[in-house]
């Protein structure tokens, strides 16, 4: 043996001068020029109308917060809008943000997913995420595919989990109808997911100093807006609850929709439900929890008379504490609940809502 394995002795004739993968003398394979810089997540800043102006969409300040935690790189964050965006610099430094570009321009101020899946593909040029996260809402998943696109890179839609491996990011979604969930990567920079709300918890607003750039950005393209009618939307979103009383297809009394909304009412949560009450015509699919409804991560979740389908359990993962109450002891629920009740869905119920109209 020659002893030349450090691959940058160019002499020798027992270490290949024909091998074509030989870098050349002196050059370490460390120093591979094709290798990525891409670092840090980008994470585009949805905002929703409030009472008193624009706020930051629930998934939005999640994925912040989450962008934290996943990276040891910088977190950028990109919102559209005009001056009125302003008073949200402070919330969003303090969920972590490094960066913040606030683009203007006009008619950059309202959504079009054309202009702004350009304007975000030159920043992205710009500041070379490895990442870029939206929330899987309507406008989300509209705008990633587009930016995908134009970005030439691979979108992973609605994920149910994300995890880092230093730069690279694991997405997790279901696939198969839901009866699996898929770990997927990305072979290339910037890999990119839209993520449903619910999926992480809402970070805490702490203390937080970052930059804020204006990124002035004219659209070249043509088209305008016709109308921009707003759709009434309840105001109420089971996202939001701190406790949820989920109903499932063991509840057969339609009366007992009322027993569970009171027993909400008095600890300050709200009614969800699994698909079998929306399919019924029972709740309306906004109550929905699971893989086709909405994700939820509140503090307690009550399920009476679910089974535990995966597609259930997809939306309920984040609930930190869940109580099962099912008749059958041969529930999946049970295999995963941290209290059980055996009982009567009903029976518990009633029994609630008069215990609490005792309390006061
Ligand atoms: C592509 C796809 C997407 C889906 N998306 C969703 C989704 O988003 N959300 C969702 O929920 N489902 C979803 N489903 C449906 C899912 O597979 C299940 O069919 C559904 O979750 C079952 O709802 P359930 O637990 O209420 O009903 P069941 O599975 O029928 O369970 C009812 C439970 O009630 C118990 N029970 C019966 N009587 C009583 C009683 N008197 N007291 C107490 N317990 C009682 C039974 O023991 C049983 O465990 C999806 C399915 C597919 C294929």
Redesign the pocket.
Known sequence: MSGCEGGSCSTCSTCGSDDPDRLPPGMLAAYNLNQSTADGILVWVETVQGPDGPEVAAVSAELLGAARKLSDGRVFAVVFGGLEVKPLYPQLFGYGVDTLYHVRGKGMETYRPEPYADCMASLVRRIEPATILMGATSRGRELAPRLAAVLGTGLTADCTGLTADRRRMVMTRPAF??NLTADIECSKFPQMATVRQGTFPRPPVEEGVGTAIYWQYEPDCESGILSDEKVAESSEDIRDARILISL???I?DRSLIDVAESVASKVGGMVSC????VERGWMPRSR??????RNVAPELYIA?????????RT?MSGAKRVIA????PD?P?HGFADLSLI????DVLREMDRALSKKG
């Open positions: 109808g839901g499932g297809d063991g057969r699994s698909r079998s009450l929905q929890v699971g893989m086709s409804g009476f008379g679910i089974s535990g389908a995966v597609q259930h939306g109450v099912n008749s059958d529930a629920i009982a009567d869905a009903g």
